[in-house]
Structures are given as C-alpha cells and as structure tokens.
C-alpha cells in the first residue's frame, strides 16, 4: 500500500506546503501523541531540530499536538539527529522526534520519528500514525487537566559531545592532527567542533553560521569542494563534512580527495575485525554501495549484505542478523554499538582513530579498495509513473542485458524528492556512461510525453 505522508525517512517536503505544514506537524504530534502513551505515567517526548528558518514553526505546532495528547515535550534545541536517537533513551522518553530535512536545502523540511529504544519507527507503525492522520482525532486528545507542558533542556549539547567522546579509548587523543570540519550550517555547528578540540586536534570550523537559510548552501558532505579547498588551503590533515543534521558524514584527505561512505564503512569494518571487535561477519549496506566494496569485503574473508535504500533499513537487517557495522555509501555509517542511528561526528571518530593508530596520512589509511566505475544521475519528475511506461521497461531491460552478470543496475525513485535515480556500475566505464544516458534520456522522453 502506497503511503500518503511517510517516505524513506519520514516525512519530507518543501516548508509551508503539504505535507510540511503547521496543520499536518499539529496533527503528527497529537496522532504520534496518542500512539506512544503506555501505561498511567507522565509521558514525555525529546523534540530536536536543525538550523532551518522552518523549523520554529514545525516545532511549536507539533508541540501544540504533543501537549494536546497529553504528552510532555523536552526541547532541545539544535541538535543532531544521532542526539535526538541518544537522549530518547538518556531521558527515558516515549518517543522521540527530529525537525529536519537532512541534506535537502532550507526550503524542505522534515520529521524523523524515533521509538522508545532509540530506532527509527518501522514500516508498520508509520502506517498506523497515516491512519491517525487522516482522522477526527479529537474524541481522543486529553482532558483539560491531562494537558502536557513544554519545557527546554539545558546541557543537551555538553551531553551529546561527552557521548561522542566516549566512543574512544580513553588513552585516544587527537593531538597533532589539524582538521577541518565542514557543519554544512547545520545541527552539528557547536558540538562538532567542541568534540574534536577537547579530543586535542587542532579545529579550523567552517559554515558553522547558520542563518535559517543558509544550511547545506554549497556545503557539507553533498557539497565537499569548499572542505578540499580548505583543507589545501590550510594543509590540514583531514577534512570532515557533516550535513544538515549531522546524521552522514564525507571524508577529504589531506590532498583533497573525497572519501564517500563505502571506504569509511570498509576501514571501520577492517579496524573492528583485526580488534576482534565486528560482528555479523561483515557489515550491511545498500543496493547503491560500489560494486568495489562487495570485493574487497569478500577478499578479507567476509560478506556485505544489501539492503534497499534507507538506513533505517540497514539498521533493521543489522539488529536481525547480528552486525555493528552498516551504512549508505552516502556517509549515513551506522555503529551499532555505540548508536541506533547514522552519526557522522561518531563515525569521524572511528576515521581518525585509525589515523592515529596507524599513524600514516589519511590518503593511505582511508583509500582501502578501488572503486568499480559508476555512474549516478538523477531525473525529476512532477507526476505520473514513467517507470511504468513500455518504452522505459524495454530500455532497462536491454541495460541489463548489456552490463551483463558483471555489472549492476539500479533505478528507483527518491522516496525524499520527486526524482527517479539511476545508476549503473561495471568496470567498463563507458559501457556504464553509454548505458546511464540511455536510460536517463528514455525516461525524460516518457516524462515529457507524459
């Protein structure tokens, strides 16, 4: 069954339009309200947000909703989403949201709904809250003396840095490492920072003013030029780029290349299998991780297990089979046994932590398999289904055909932004380019005849 409201990680659109209103986050909150009370206690909500100008409207409304459902709402403020998913369980919440958009510019905005235990809500119960939504809820909201109240945290980010610091030795420090972090003008604009200098690392911070317009403008990890510009500019050791709400996280090495998930998730999986520290036998990621790392994965002896796109879709196959080690080649890296979610401060951690123990460039430590040739482009879409359309279906079908058991082929919609991705990877590069465009071109054909 299709889903009005919810995609890939909860729900998302442009600010001020359906479904991101006043009304609907006022109607979330009451509907989330009502499927999260157990038992006689108070019960309480975490309420976190990004930098987005939107995000104070989306923030009262659904406290308006928490409060009328008779739930108490702790704001914290700016924080990253990794935060949100720590102080659910810190502050024993029922329930815990995050205002945010992700690496979407400031004009979108969005709502993560996280559980009791930290985890992203699953598929089932998202269908639920649709049901709610879409209802007169009113007959069930609280009685005037059951109201909730709402108030501010204070130390939520001095909470946040000290768990992020915790997932080090303590022996660990970051002295004599120069790096520049990348806070994309988003949630992780203080306690990125903060987290790496009190490790001992020398901090140059850059986009860390947000203005409510301002977040993932031309950086952060969707945009890490201006970070490979710095960290030349500066000879820093490492750049790190984090996004709007600091869920993913992109590498630069100190020459200036790019270091995408897929490598982070393969020095992560290595350093914890030579420590005797992975488990699963590998790790898990998605059907759009590079083709090079399913190899490299097999040639150390161990698996990587796709799943289809969404890390909360990683972290399920993780929690049922046993791994610690997930992600998206996107940089959402998820490290389950320090968190129930994608955290980029946390996983650059891990990065530079192997840095110091080998005590060699990043260019070298990071760099851990040659990437197969691939090649991503996206199609927007503003209706219709022009995967359905015959001349479409035939194109991919002869794609597939021409990759052969050797290559892979990927196209699906964006469950955040009206877009069809696809993608194609195999070692001939041309091949992959040639293959790409055809398809792209067959599909903007569809959409405009449409």
């Known amino acids: 069954m299709s889903r009005k409201y919810f995609g890939t990680d909860g729900i998302r659109g442009r600010a001020n339009r359906l479904p991101m209103t006043a009304e609907v986050a006022l109607r979330v909150g009451m509907a989330v309200g009502m499927s999260f009370q157990r038992g006689n206690h108070r019960h309480r909500v975490v309420l976190g947000k990004d930098t987005r100008l939107s995000g104070y409207m989306i923030e009262n409304a659904m406290v308006a909703g928490f409060c009328a459902a008779g739930m108490d709402v702790f704001l914290l403020g700016p924080v990253p989403t990794p935060g949100v998913a720590m102080l659910v369980r810190s502050l024993r919440a029922d329930i ?32 639920r809250i649709e049901q709610l939504l879409d209802r007169d809820v009113d007959i ?131 350093s914890w299998q030579q420590n005797g520290r992975l488990t699963g036998g590998g790790l898990v990621a998605t059907i759009m991780s590079n083709l090079g790392l399913e190899r490299h994965m097999a040639g150390l002896g161990l ?45 650059a951690l891990q990065v530079l932590a192997c840095i110091k123990r080998a005590d060699r460039p990043a260019s070298e430590v990071c760099r851990r398999f040659e990437p197969v040739p691939q090649v991503l482009k996206n199609v927007r879409f503003s209706g219709g289904a022009p995967l359905e359309d015959e001349t479409v279906k035939a194109a ?21 932004e009206p877009l069809i991705r696809v993608m194609a990877e195999a070692d001939d590069r041309p091949l992959v380019e040639e293959v790409v465009d055809g398809i792209v071109g067959v599909i903007a054909s569809a959409r405009t005849a449409a």
């Open 303 to 347: 698996s990587l297990q796709r799943t289809k796109v969404g890390d909360r879709y990683v972290v399920e196959h993780m929690r049922a089979n046993g791994f610690n080690v997930g992600g998206e080649q996107s940089g959402h890296i998820v490290l389950s046994d320090f968190s129930t979610t994608g955290d980029g401060l946390v996983s």
């Open 96 to 127: 815990g949201v995050m205002i945010s958009a992700s690496h979407n510019p400031y004009y979108d905005n969005g709502i993560k709904l996280f559980g009791p235990d930290g985890y992203k809500l699953s598929d089932d119960l998202e269908r």
């Open 396 to 416: 991919i079908e002869d794609a597939r055909s021409r990759l052969g058991a050797s290559g892979r082929l990927v196209i699906r919609p964006s469950g955040t």
């Open 140 to 270: 069930a909201l609280a009685d005037a003396e059951a109201l909730g109240r709402a108030k501010r945290i204070d130390g939520v980010h001095d909470r946040y840095i000290e768990f992020a610091k915790r997932t080090l030795p303590r022996s660990m420090s970051l002295s004599g490492l120069r790096i520049v972090v990348d806070c994309a003008n988003g949630a992780g604009y203080k306690v990125a920072p903060a987290a790496l200098w009190e490790l001992g690392a020398e901090v140059i911070a850059i986009n860390d003013e947000p203005n409510g317009l301002n977040i993932n403008e031309d950086c952060g990890s969707t945009h890490p030029l201006g970070l490979a510009k710095k960290v030349h500019e500066v000879r820093a050791d490492i750049g790190i780029a984090l996004d709007g709400d600091g869920d993913r996280v992109t590498i630069v090495d100190e020459t200036g290349a790019v270091v995408d998930g897929d490598q982070v998730m393969a020095l992560i999986a290595e």
